[in-house]
């Protein structure tokens, strides 16, 4: 039977086990809202802006490990929303924007908020696809989905003209397809990377990208690492991946790590890359190791043709699952060389000790003294979310991800991801702990999103750190313009009334001594929460302070 393009659509998401699209209302798109009323399968999450709804679907996919889905209108709400595909394409995340777009009619004429997606999303989207005929919007659905997903996850943005939503077709929907994988490595290849580890004194893993921080993934990376006696690093924001508490664990490469840390991993006598493309953030800029040829023998191994002899010269590359690459190793056990212990050791102490927080001895607030409690109380399977800036810094020094515990963070690093990603966590976990660390910059960016926590009862526990400050900026210009601040000051509003104001609950912590019997209530409190953290601009970062920069 003939039904209308919009309805097709939807049932094509539901058949692609899309159950919540996130969006902010348009005129482009009413037929598909109009076809969403009528599903049960699909919840609709409206939004406040479109970089909340891109950044919740981001986060939604960064949880489910599938992709997520956000509808926003033309012109201005896609370019809203635009941040969501940058960051979706930076952190390798699978993303379908849908796009309302002028009739067909009307297209290339510069109609009210028309724009042509091809070009605004080339540097950025996998692919940009204009639904011109509505009998093939099973198609389209079904490949946006593959290459969304394959092989490097990325965004991919489809793009609907008003009209074409209302036309009839009998075309049915698809079951999705095939999702290509790169599928395991021969047999010859797993011996001779073996061989290679059981001759090293001093390798080293190096392990990020999407996909093994999926249970499977962890539990391959786990392996490997025991079987080959192997020390794992983790790239930026990958720092859950690894059990943090593992002896073979040897940290995490954010930003500005210490100097000392870049230099021992930089001993490495072989770096076995897998699943990371290897960039500007994985690489602590491009010097470890270092571009374009390391100065030790370098094994990349991840399943993209296109990351595969980009920036570096590997000594062998393969283009394979990393996942089912670590799972054939593990399933070859290796003898260790003699010096490895030695080697894991001093990779692995450093890391250990200065995980251990305690109270600055000037006596200032920092989120260190938020973290310290979330060590004792947080939940064994905790999600937590980081917005972009220095104060995550804490977070990842003095938390000892279990291996279960999720870290939803930004690569891109764009400031406003924390708070829509957090909501979308926590309606993905309504059983779970959301705990969100946010600045005070990025929470009057997409800080409107609480709203949206408290309409559909998202429970995100939210620790803004209030330093008056674009603090990391702060942090640059001390360092390449010493005392000449500007630009960076901020004047903010009292969060924890502001919280209140949108029903959520709000507190405070002024002083180190308050930290843990507030961190107490917010995470022992039925529904959102914000504290409001007094943090001291002097701590700039969890390494150093504005006196010593
Ligand atoms: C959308 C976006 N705009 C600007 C930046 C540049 N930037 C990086 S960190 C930062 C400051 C973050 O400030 P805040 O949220 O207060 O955290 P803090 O650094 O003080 O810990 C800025 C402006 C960015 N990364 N993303």
């Known amino acids: 039977m ?34 969403l009323h009528d599903s049960n399968a699909i919840e609709t999450i409206v939004c406040r802006h479109e970089s909340g709804a891109g950044f919740m679907a981001v986060g939604d996919a ?24 940058h960051v979706a394409e930076q952190d390798a995340v699978p993303l379908v924007l849908f796009i309302g777009q002028v009739p067909r009619s009307e297209i290339g004429r510069k109609s009210f908020q028309e724009m042509d997606y091809g070009k605004t999303f080339a540097d950025m989207a996998k692919g940009v696809y204009v639904i011109q005929d509505a009998a093939r919007v099973p198609e389209m659905v079904a490949r946006a989905f593959v290459e969304a997903q394959a092989p490097t996850p990325g965004p991919v943005v489809v793009v609907l003209p008003e009209d074409m939503l209302e036309d009839s077709t009998d075309s049915p929907a698809v079951e999705p397809a095939p999702v290509p994988n790169a599928g395991p490595a021969s047999p010859a290849d797993i011996e001779d990377i073996a061989a290679r580890i059981a001759k090293a004194e001093r390798p080293l893993l190096m392990a990020g990208g999407i996909g093994l921080g999926t ?12 079987a080959h006696h192997l020390p794992v690093v983790l790239t930026f924001k990958r720092q859950d991946y690894f059990p943090n508490t593992h002896p073979n664990y040897a940290g995490h490469l954010g930003f500005k790590i210490p100097k000392p840390a870049v230099t021992r991993y930089l001993e490495a006598d072989l770096i076995i890359a897998a699943g990371t493309r290897l960039t500007e953030a994985t690489t602590q800029g491009y010097t470890l190791p270092a571009s374009p040829v390391p100065a030790q023998p370098l094994i990349h191994i991840h399943d993209d043709p296109r990351w595969i002899g980009r920036n570096y010269a590997a000594s062998k590359v393969l283009l394979a699952d990393p996942i089912a690459v670590l799972e054939a190793l593990a399933r070859m056990p290796g003898k260790a060389h003699p010096k490895r212990a030695a080697w894991i050791k001093k990779l692995n102490e450093p890391v250990t000790s200065a995980m251990k927080w305690s109270a600055p ?13 979330l060590v004792e109380r947080a939940d064994k399977d905790a999600i937590f979310v980081t917005d972009a800036g220095n104060f995550s810094g804490w977070l990842h020094r003095y938390f000892p991800f279990s291996g279960e515990h999720v870290l939803v963070g930004c690569v891109g690093g764009a400031m406003g991801i924390g708070m829509p990603a957090a909501v979308a966590a926590a309606l993905r976990y309504p059983g779970r702990q ?27 526990k939210t620790f803004i750190s209030n330093n008056g400050s674009y603090g990391t900026i702060r942090m640059h210009q001390e360092i390449a313009y010493k005392k000449r601040v500007h630009g960076t000051e901020l004047r903010n509003p009292d969060f924890a009334k502001w919280a209140e104001s949108f029903g959520a609950k709000g507190l405070s912590i002024s002083s180190i001594e308050e ?28 390494f150093t302070t504005i006196a010593s920069l």
């Open 361 to 373: 001895a000037d006596g200032l607030l920092d989120m260190g003294a938020v973290v310290a409690p």
């Open 2 to 35: 003939p039904r209308r393009a919009a309805d097709l659509l939807v049932d094509c998401l539901s058949a692609h086990g899309v159950d919540r699209v996130f969006c902010v209302p348009g005129e482009s798109y009413l037929a598909v809202l109009d076809a």
């Open 215 to 226: 249970p499977r993934g962890r539990k391959a990376l786990v392996a490997a690492s025991e």
């Open 62 to 85: 960064k949880v489910t490990a599938k992709p997520g889905v956000a509808f926003v209108s033309r012109g201005p709400g896609a370019t809203n929303a635009s941040i969501a595909v």
């Open 515 to 542: 930290a843990p019997g507030v961190v107490a209530q917010a995470l022992a409190h039925d529904g959102p929460v914000v504290v409001d953290v007094k943090t001291s601009l002097e701590h700039i970062s969890p």
């Open 434 to 460: 959301v705990i969100h660390f946010l600045g005070d910059g990025g929470a009057l960016m997409t800080g409107s999103e609480l709203a949206t926590a408290v309409q559909y009862g998202a429970k995100v």
